[in-house]
């Protein structure tokens, strides 16, 4: 057992923000395990399986290969180290696009079935946006009801997932040179589904041996997600709930309630939770919250299903990937409610600590310990309210003497959609560009990705992202590493204080921050999106854009997949933390060095956040001499 003020020193180890660093204090008070003691009990950590050398594909293996050149240096089936390397980088990746791709049909299928009239609670929002993009599929819009346009919008757009069609439409969206280059490359995405099922195939033994084959592979497939599964799951979001538009609200645990029925949203989809936003809304719920001494229900967010309810419609955000166990902690959390993706498996262990309720809505992703509440957009809206009720009921039992809520929450801007910043610009990006041949922003870097316990929590983010408007490079995020700067008080006009003189003037002009949120991690199609409006204004490709992607503290395959469709689109890109390459120097080669000559960008690992800012610097300045600015 440690003392306060040694459990303050852990804490600062691990955390930056002073309201986590509180709440840790309290896990290590109470006793209840977080990531980063997982963290400690897992060292040392298989060096074999950090340089990607191992392969347990069959059941000849698992084999692993000896890094310093001695024996043995091929599997039991013969696999050299590149080859290794290359296979379990494509499963990694697949995972990721999986897991976007599947969130985007899940998405599609609900705006199907509101277009059906078979939906609980959902409507067409944005009419506008479905118009233009029924418009890019060629759908006919004039003198049509909106729900025949999404039926066949969305059933357009779930054919693109099968093998028969062989082309993505949102794929044109890309400007014409770098659609050239993937096809002199051979790696233009043809469907969303039929990549991932490729990959599976391509690694399993026997069939790929060649690992640039595998790694072209790799290119195409998440090109597949961010301009496919993951772009419809925007894009489908949007039309179902509404593009978003800039709002103010709070971060942080301390948008957590003393007095009121506390429920998070933790995952990715929103399609449950905002069903959850309309039943927290209902009179007769709030009532009942009042009835069992409640002053009222307090809906906050987690990770990515948070930062889509953060976008939309302001709900404030508790925190991102590894506040999660912190919340429970607080001791004030009724219900966690969890669809998928980045939810520890140990939430439930956590939750027994306390009184929270974890509650699991996806058939995909259910937890043990959970109470299992399926969600179907039939019965959508009754779901959720059951949810609610469930959170309600659970109120009499918070023990109110255990409970910490850190003071301060802090204020943040989010919403800026590629829309909503097209739209701050006054409707073109003419002024963006005028900015950056100026001088005054000398480019745009996205940071995005998660947390990592091997990561001091947010620093990676925080530390790149002020460095990076300190030498006016304007910074977009998503994901994890927006609800950071939100924590951090990056993400409000009066940030623009910390950036440099160009981009300060330019901020405060448009009254915008200089950190900006566009959404949850699916939303980095929406970076493409602004990178290709960019790119055809100025009649180039994506990779001739003084752009940067970094991902300072990045754990999840999805993270993979986002980081090669940045770089395979012509965006340099820097990990904060190693991927499982460095057991092959061929792979290495290609992907930090090779790439730049068919896609003109690459990988670059850079732990120090100060020293990415560096390489992401003299990126933009390449790209900007060789644009002759
Ligand atoms: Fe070993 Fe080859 Fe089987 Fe992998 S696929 S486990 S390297 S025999
Ligand atoms: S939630 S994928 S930890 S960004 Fe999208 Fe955060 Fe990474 Fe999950």
Known sequence: ?????????????????????????????????????????????????????????????????EPFGKKPDRGVCGATADLIVARNML?????????????????????????????????ITDEEKLKSIAEEYGIKTEGRQKEAVAEDLARAMLEEYGTLKNSIQLVERAPEKTKQLWKDAGIYPRSVDREIVESMHRIHMGVGADYV??????????????????????????????????????????????????????????????????????????????????????LVGMCCTGNELLMRHGIPIAGNMLDQELAIATGSVEVMVIDYQCIFPSITHTAGCYHTKVISTSEKSKVQ???????????????????????????????????????????LMAGFSEEAIRKA???????????????????????????????????????????????DILVVETGCAAIASGKAGLLVPEAADLAGDGLKAVCNSLGIPPVLHMGSCVDCSRILVLAAHVADELGVGIGDLPLG?????????????????????????????????????????????????????????????????????????????????
């Open 213 to 298: 084959n595998i790694l072209l592979h790799a290119m195409r497939t998440s090109l597949s997600d961010g301009w496919g599964g993951s772009m419809m799951a925007t894009e489908g979001s949007d039309i179902l709930f509404g593009t978003p538009t800039p709002v103010t609200s709070w971060a942080n645990l301390g948008t957590l309630s003393h007095d009121k029925v506390n429920v998070v949203l933790h995952g990715h989809n929103p399609v449950l939770s905002e069903m959850i936003v309309k039943a927290a809304e209902d009179p007769e719920l709030i009532k009942y919250a009042e009835e069992m001494g409640a002053k009222g229900i307090n």
């Open 425 to 471: 610009l006054g409707g073109t990006y003419k002024p963006l560009i005028d900015a950056i041949v100026a001088g005054s922003i000398k480019g745009v870097v996205g940071i995005v990705g998660c947390n990592n316990p091997k990561i001091r929590h947010d620093y990676g983010h925080i530390t790149l992202a002020k460095e990076l408007i300190k030498r």
């Open 91 to 123: 499963d990694d990746l697949s995972t990721g696009a999986a897991a976007h791709s599947d969130h985007g049909r899940e998405v599609l299928e609900v705006l199907l079935e509101t277009a059906e009239g078979k939906s609980q609670g959902y409507q």
């Open 369 to 411: 310990g959970a109470t299992y509440k399926e969600f179907h957009p039939e019965t959508g809206l009754d779901t959720a309210k059951e949810i609610v009720r469930a959170a309600i009921e659970n109120y009499p039992n918070r023990n109110h003497g255990r409970v910490k809520i850190p003071s301060k929450p802090i204020q």
């Open 549 to 629: 992607g970094a991902a300072p503290e990045w754990y999840s395959q999805k993270a993979v997949s986002i980081g090669t469709y940045f770089v395979s689109s012509g965006v340099y890109t820097v990990l904060g933390i190693p991927p499982k390459i460095f057991g092959s120097p061929n792979v290495l080669k290609l992907l930090a060095v090779t790439l730049k000559d068919v896609v003109n960008a690459s990988f670059a690992v850079e732990p120090d956040p100060v020293l990415a800012a560096d390489l992401l610097e003299a990126e933009i300045e390449r790209k900007r001499t060789a644009l002759g600015i």
């Open 1 to 65: 057992m440690y003392d306060t003020s040694e459990a303050k020193k852990i804490a600062e180890k691990r955390a930056l923000d002073a309201a986590d660093q509180e709440i840790i204090v309290k896990t290590i008070e109470d006793g209840v395990e977080t990531a980063w003691d997982r963290l400690e009990c897992q060292q040392p950590q298989c060096g074999f399986g950090q340089l990607g050398v191992c392969c347990n594909r069959c059941t000849m293996g698992p084999c692993r290969i």
